[in-house]
Each structure stands twice: as structure tokens, then as C-alpha cells.
């Protein structure tokens, strides 16, 4: 049983669509994020939520929209997809805000041509 | 915003001990030392962390100074499937604060 899965893996798409990433982790853990790594590796926070609440939003686009319809799940939609929105997303999950000790999704990868 | 500074690279040889050393000379007295590792194209894995004491686990052991200015994450018996990128963060462990992975080190683990 993967602890913290993301689909889709890969996601090839064209300028201006609109995609959705999702994200489940089935480890009981209250808090969920989004990373996303560039193509230069840098990996960034994007979104944490605790108990369905955004507690941390970093400066992304109002483009990124997160929702979690509960805790175990985080999904990641993206609207008006633009070439600088290629990247690896990955999700993660914590047993609460307070620790740092996260477990990583394998990634997905989004390429926008 | 980085608050610790590794080496870009280092190679060590399979079966060797593998130090890989991390400086974190602003870290405050409430922050603690996570280190994380990336294998090639896979999410992070967290590895272990430490606030001043030295920790070990089935993975690694981490050792801090006593100053808490550095700390050092020992391998130690390097095997190829540890080649990765290991990132050295601090982090204060309350309230919602993420982790800010720098440029990390790329250990390469030799034949």
C-alpha cells in the first residue's frame, strides 16, 4: 500500500488548459502539501493544509486552486496552464503542522507545451 | 530563505562510511537539524533529525556540535542505492512552518 499517492505520474498538456493533480495519503496524517520542484531541482512549498484548512499559501498564482474535500486528500488544480508551470508536483503528508518529519509522494510530472 | 550551506558534491566508495557535513551557524535555539534525501527521480525521503543531542536510527546517525553551528550525517555503510541528493534543513518544530530545501548534496556512492 503506497502511503501517499499522486496521480496522474505524468501530464503532458498545451498552453492555456486547465489540469488537476490528486493526491491521497492513507496514513491518518492531518496535514497535507504541495512541493513543486523546478528544472533547475529547486523543491518548494506551494500549499499546507491542516484539517481541511490552507494554512500556508507561497506566493503561487491565483491560477493554483488546492481543495480538500477531506484529510486524506489534497488535490491541486491548475487553470490557464503556462510553460513555466512545468515541473515535478509533489505531495506530502505529516502527522500535524508541528512536525517536520513529511512523507513524499513519488511526483508528478507536468509538462505544458 | 537558506539557513544552512553543503557541499555541492561528494563521491564515496560503496561500502565506506559516508560523512556529509552541513553548517547552520545562524540556527536558533529552537530549531532543529532534519536532513531529507532525494534519489533520482523520487519524492524526498526523510532520513533523520536532531535538535542537540546526537540521534541515530536504521538509517543514518546524525551528529551535532556543540555549538550547534554544523552537524554531520553519517552513512555508514554507503551502498549504491544511497546515491541521492541529501539535504541538510533547519526548522523550528511548532506552528506551521515548511521545509526549505536548498541545493542539497549530491553524494555519488562508488564501486
Known amino acids: 500500500d503506497t502511503a501517499v499517492s499522486q496521480t496522474p505520474k505524468y501530464l503532458v498538456t498545451q498552453m492555456g488548459n486547465d489540469k488537476s493533480i490528486k493526491c491521497e495519503q492513507n496514513?491518518?496524517?492531518?496535514?497535507m502539501y504541495w512541493y513543486k520542484q523546478d528544472s533547475k531541482k529547486f523543491l518548494k512549498i506551494m500549499f499546507s493544509?491542516?484539517?481541511?484548512?490552507?494554512?500556508i499559501n507561497e506566493t503561487v498564482p491565483n491560477r493554483f486552486s488546492p481543495k480538500s474535500p477531506d484529510k486524506a486528500h489534497l488535490n491541486l488544480h491548475i487553470n490557464s496552464l503556462e510553460l513555466g508551470d512545468s515541473a515535478v508536483y509533489f505531495c506530502?503528508?505529516?502527522?500535524?503542522?508541528?512536525?517536520?518529519?513529511?512523507?513524499f509522494g513519488e511526483g508528478s510530472r507536468l509538462t505544458v507545451l | 530563505d537558506a539557513k544552512t550551506t553543503q557541499p555541492p558534491s561528494m563521491d564515496c566508495a560503496e561500502g565506506r562510511a559516508a560523512n556529509l557535513p552541513c553548517n547552520h551557524s545562524?540556527?536558533?535555539?529552537?530549531?532543529?537539524v532534519y536532513w531529507y534525501r532525494q534519489i533520482h527521480s523520487q519524492g524526498p525521503q526523510y532520513i533523520i533529525h536532531?535538535?542537540?543531542n546526537n540521534e541515530t536510527n536504521e538509517m543514518a546517525s546524525l551528529i551535532i556540535t556543540e555549538d550547534r553551528k554544523s552537524s554531520t550525517l553519517i552513512l555508514p555503510h554507503a551502498t549504491l542505492r544511497d546515491t541521492a541528493v541529501y539535504y541538510c534543513?533547519?526548522?523550528?518544530?511548532?506552528?506551521?512552518?515548511?521545509?526549505?530545501f536548498g541545493t542539497g548534496t549530491r553524494l555519488t556512492v562508488i564501486p
Open positions: 506530502a503528508s505529516s502527522q500535524d503542522m508541528g512536525t517536520g518529519e513529511l512523507f
Open positions: 496514513l491518518g496524517h492531518d496535514t
Open positions: 493544509y491542516n484539517n481541511k484548512e490552507l494554512i
Open positions: 545562524t540556527i536558533s535555539g529552537n530549531e532543529y
Open positions: 536532531g535538535l542537540k
Open positions: 534543513i533547519v526548522r523550528i518544530q511548532t506552528g506551521a512552518n515548511n521545509l526549505f
